[in-house]
Nanobody
Framework: QVQLVESGGGLVQAGGSLRLSCAAS????????MGWYRQAPGKEREFVAA???????TYADSGKGRFTISRDNAKNTVYLQMNNLKPEDTAIYYC?????????????WGQGTQVTVSS
């Protein structure tokens, strides 16, 4: 099992910034990808950003130019720097960990951290 502990959520005014962190512990993998998803009230969970073991990253259109994902493999931690936040960014943000063993993918989720952006 992999345990994921998220932090950094909170209440911020529109235009402000937050930095989310997610630290992984437990089972070790030779390579793993990490990312962030979010779920707003009444909506389905959606992809925000992901970063591969190699360092390559992808973003949802909603966060391009405002969000930056990074990782520290020595700390098994992924970060999401969110700038110029908008009220529509309000959601619970979930960390996602995908461990790779050959062609098999092992998915784990964090408990979520609330981000609230006031207008």
């Amino acid at each position: 099992q992999v345990q994921l502990v998220e932090s950094g959520g909170g209440l911020v005014q529109a235009g402000g910034s937050l930095r989310l962190s997610c630290a992984a512990s437990g089972r070790t993998f030779s390579s793993y990808d990490m990312g962030w998803y979010r779920q707003a009230p009444g909506k389905e969970r959606e992809f925000v950003a992901a970063i591969r073991w190699s360092g390559g990253s992808t973003y949802a259109d909603s966060g391009k130019g405002r969000f930056t994902i990074s990782r520290d493999n020595a700390k098994n931690t992924v970060y999401l720097q969110m700038n110029n936040l908008k009220p529509e960014d309000t959601a619970i943000y979930y960390c996602n960990f995908v461990g790779n063993v050959g062609s098999t993918r092992y998915h784990y989720w964090g408990q979520g951290t609330q981000v609230t952006v006031s207008s």
